[in-house]
């Protein structure tokens, strides 16, 4: 089992940034790839950015790309997203993602933290 912890979320102005970071425990061996995820009411949780453990690659959601920045410290177990230049459409609670690096009875297991708000207003 794993466990996500993520910090870091609060009331930013428009253009403002926030750093989130989620720290992972238990069996973090077991994980591939790490990432975060938004959720606002009404509407389904959507990616954000995606990072792979062993080799740092990493995917962005278009409406993120050249604002957000996603890393790792392996050594610490934990993922970081630098929000930069945020908009009101930002506005979302952010979770912390990981992915298994195994298939276990026909799925690939995969764990989230409880999730951090994010608020962009002036």
């Known amino acids: 089992q794993v466990q996500l912890a993520e910090s870091g979320g609060g009331l930013a102005q428009p253009g403002g940034s926030l750093l989130l970071s989620c720290v992972g425990s238990?069996?973090?061996?077991?994980?591939?790839?790490m990432g975060w995820y938004r959720q606002t009411p009404g509407k389904q949780r959507e990616r954000v950015a995606d990072i792979l453990l062993y080799d740092g690659s990493t995917i962005y959601a278009d409406a993120v790309k050249g604002r957000f920045t996603i890393s790792k410290d392996n050594t610490k177990n934990m993922v970081y997203l630098q929000m930069n230049s945020l908009t009101p459409d930002d506005t979302a609670i952010y979770y912390c993602?990981?992915?298994?690096?195994?298939?276990?009875?026909?799925?690939?297991?995969?764990?989230w933290g409880q999730g951090t708000q994010v608020t962009v207003s002036s």
């Open positions: 238990g069996k973090m061996s077991d994980i591939r790839a």
């Open positions: 993602n990981a992915i298994s690096r195994w298939v276990v009875d026909g799925s690939v297991p995969e764990y």
